[in-house]
């Protein structure tokens, strides 16, 4: 079956860096794009980054040039490098992929999920 885990979230200071990575396993990872969200509790989850399977990226304004998400297709791993983290980008981040059909506007609330990894900023 579809299994997606996250690790390498934690506890930076603001300015810090981290690099979660997303392990896929039950599916062919190189057909698919993959994608990174985020959630606070009390709000919606919200997408990040994306990236499709010709290695094209999607990232929202907020990140642009501090985040980088990729891909390592021969491992079957999904990455983001953050860098420079405020501390409102406290959450639990989730990669995702979709379910039904291999494009990033594909993934929605159907979608294979991870369970997340933290987050935290501290000023």
């Known amino acids: 079956q579809v299994q997606l885990v996250e690790s390498g979230g934690g506890s930076v200071q603001v300015g810090g860096s981290l690099r979660p990575s997303c392990a896929a396993s039950?599916?062919?990872?190189?057909?698919?794009?993959s994608a990174w969200f985020r959630q606070v509790p009390g709000t919606e989850r919200e997408l990040v980054a994306s990236?499709?399977?010709?290695?094209?990226?999607t990232y929202i304004d907020s990140v642009k040039g501090r985040f980088t998400i990729s891909r390592n297709n021969t491992k079957n791993t999904l990455y983001l490098q953050i860098d420079s983290l405020k501390a409102e980008e406290t959450a639990m981040y989730y990669c995702?992929?979709?379910?039904?059909?291999?494009?990033?506007?594909?993934?929605?609330?159907?979608?294979?999920w991870g369970r997340g990894t933290q987050v935290t900023v501290s000023s």
């Open positions: 995702a992929a979709p379910k039904y059909g291999v494009g990033c506007h594909e993934i929605d609330e159907d979608a294979y």
């Open positions: 039950g599916y062919t990872f190189s057909f698919y794009c």
């Open positions: 990236i499709d399977v010709n290695g094209r990226t």
